[in-house]
C-alpha cells in the first residue's frame, strides 16, 4: 500500500516537473518553436489543470498566438557588408545600393556607396576670407599623436606664405580604443583640424580613408586652388611647394610641356603630380602583409598608379575621383584603387614628378637634392633630423611666414627644448 501511494506520488510529480519544464522552454525559445510543443502542452495543461502550471502555460500560449498569428513577423532583409572590417552606423542620408550616379550620359549603379558618419568633423577650415591656395590632407591613426604635433610644429605651422594660404586637415578612422579616441577628441578640441568616420582603422580600410578625403573636399573644400595628399610620416617643404606651383599655374593641365604618363592626343584631361608606378602586379605570396588574391584582383598587373606619400592635383580631380568611387568596386589598396583605377576610369592622367622638383630620402650625412619638394623618411627615428631641416628652413624663410595662431605658442615651446637637446647640424644645403 505504501509503495502504490510512493508511485502514484512520483507520477504526479514527474506530470507536475514536465509540464514546468514544457513550459520554461517555451518562455526561452522563439515564438515559432511554439507549435512543436503546443500538442504536448495541450496533454499536460489537461491532466494538470489543478496544478501550479496551468496559470503559466495558459499565458505563453496567449502570448505565442499573439505574436505569431496576430502579428507575424516581418522578413529580414539580408545584409551583405562591403568588407569584414567595416563598422559603421549608416545615416539617413547615406546612398542605397539600389540608387543611381549619373556620370556625363551614363548612368550606372552605385555599388561602393561611402555611408559612413563623420565623428569629428571641422566643416569651416576653407571657408575665410582668404582664398585657399593649397590644402594638405593627410592619412594618420588615431594613435599617431606624435607624428601630428611634429607636422603641426613645423611645416604645417605655416598658414600663409607670399599672401598663399594653406591649411591641413589630419584624415583618421576610428580606433577601437574608447580611451584613445577621447584623446583625440581632446586633440582637435583644440587645433581643429581633425576628419573622422565611424569605420575602422585598419590598413585593409585605408580605401574608405582615402575616399573620405576626396568626400571631403568636395564637400567643404572646393574652392581650394591645389589639393596635396599626404602620409604623415612625409616632409613638406611648404615654402618651394608654394613657390613651385605659384610659378606653375599649368603643371596639372595636359597641354603643359612637362612629361606625362599616358598621354593621348586630347587636352581636355586633369592630372595627378606624383611619383608613378608602372608595370607592376599584385604581391601572389600569401605570407606577405599586402597579399592579394585573384578573388580580390584578377589581372597581372594593375594600371599605372601614383605612391602614396604625396601626390599634387585639383578639387575637380578630387570630385571627380569621389565620384567615380561609387560606381567602382572596392579594392583595399588606396594608392591602386584610387589613383589608378579611378584615375584611369576617369581620364586622369598622372605626370612624373621631375628633378628638382620631386622628392628625395632624409639624411644626416648625404643632404638630399637642393630643391626637393617632399622629404621621405629614412630612419625609424626621424625627429632629430626632421626638427633640423625645419629649422633652418625657417629661419630663412622667417620674414615671410604666417603661423597658425593655435600652433605658434607650442612651436615657440619645443624649438627651444629641441635646440638645446639636438644641436645645430651642418645642413646647408637648406
Excluded at 545584409?79 to 572590417?85: A, D, E, F, G, M
Excluded at 601630428?148 to 598663399?164: E, F, G, N, P
Aim: aromatic residues 14%; positive net charge; contains cysteine.
Amino acid at each position: 500500500m505504501g509503495v502504490s501511494t510512493l508511485d502514484a506520488n512520483r507520477t504526479v510529480h514527474s506530470q507536475r516537473f514536465t509540464a514546468q519544464s514544457v513550459c520554461f522552454r517555451l518562455e526561452v525559445e522563439p515564438a515559432w518553436a511554439a507549435s512543436r510543443h503546443f500538442e504536448t502542452m495541450y496533454r499536460l495543461m489537461y491532466r494538470t489543470w489543478r496544478t501550479q502550471c496551468v496559470g503559466p502555460c495558459a499565458i505563453i500560449l496567449l502570448v505565442w498566438y499573439i505574436t505569431t498569428v496576430t502579428f507575424p513577423e516581418p522578413p529580414r532583409k539580408k545584409i551583405v557588408p562591403t568588407t569584414p572590417l567595416h563598422t559603421s552606423a549608416q545615416t539617413q542620408s547615406s546612398l542605397d545600393a539600389s540608387d543611381t550616379h549619373l556620370h556625363g550620359n551614363i548612368q550606372s549603379e552605385v555599388v561602393n556607396p561611402h555611408n559612413f558618419r563623420y565623428v569629428i568633423n571641422n566643416p569651416d577650415i576653407c571657408y575665410q576670407a582668404a582664398p585657399i591656395f593649397v590644402l594638405f590632407f593627410i592619412h594618420s591613426s588615431a594613435e599617431h599623436f606624435h607624428a601630428r604635433k611634429l607636422i603641426r610644429t613645423t611645416w604645417a605651422s605655416v598658414s600663409q606664405y607670399q599672401d598663399r594660404t594653406v591649411r591641413t586637415v589630419f584624415l583618421l578612422a576610428q580606433p577601437t580604443n574608447s580611451a584613445l579616441q577621447i584623446l583625440v577628441e581632446r586633440e582637435n578640441t583644440r587645433f581643429h583640424d581633425i576628419i573622422q568616420e565611424d569605420f575602422r582603422e585598419h590598413y585593409k580600410n585605408l580605401t574608405y580613408k582615402h575616399i573620405m578625403g576626396l568626400k571631403w573636399i568636395n564637400d567643404y573644400c572646393p574652392q581650394t586652388q591645389f589639393v596635396v595628399k599626404l602620409d604623415d610620416d612625409t616632409f613638406v617643404h611648404i615654402f618651394r611647394l608654394v613657390q613651385f606651383l605659384n610659378d606653375n599655374p599649368n603643371l596639372l593641365q595636359s597641354n603643359s610641356t612637362m612629361e606625362l604618363q599616358n598621354a593621348v592626343s586630347s587636352s581636355n584631361y586633369d592630372v595627378i603630380y606624383c611619383s608613378v608606378y608602372v608595370n607592376q602586379g599584385p604581391r601572389r605570396d600569401q605570407s606577405d602583409k599586402w597579399y592579394v588574391s585573384r578573388e580580390e584582383y584578377q589581372a597581372e598587373r594593375y594600371p599605372s598608379w601614383c605612391e602614396g606619400f604625396a601626390y599634387v592635383t585639383t578639387p575637380e580631380v578630387a570630385r571627380k575621383l569621389y565620384q567615380a568611387s561609387l560606381t567602382t568596386p572596392f579594392f583595399w589598396i588606396d594608392d591602386v584603387y584610387v589613383t589608378g583605377i579611378l584615375a584611369g576610369k576617369m581620364n586622369v592622367l598622372h605626370r612624373q614628378f621631375t628633378d628638382p622638383f620631386g622628392y628625395n630620402y632624409m639624411s644626416r650625412s648625404t643632404p638630399p637634392h637642393k630643391e626637393a619638394l617632399f622629404l621621405l623618411q629614412k630612419y625609424t627615428k626621424k625627429e632629430a633630423i626632421w626638427r633640423q631641416i625645419w629649422n633652418i628652413t625657417s629661419r630663412r624663410y622667417l620674414g615671410h611666414v604666417t603661423r597658425t595662431s593655435a600652433i605658434a605658442q607650442t612651436q615657440a615651446e619645443e624649438r627651444t627644448a629641441h635646440e638645446q637637446k639636438f644641436p645645430q647640424a651642418s645642413l646647408t644645403w637648406l
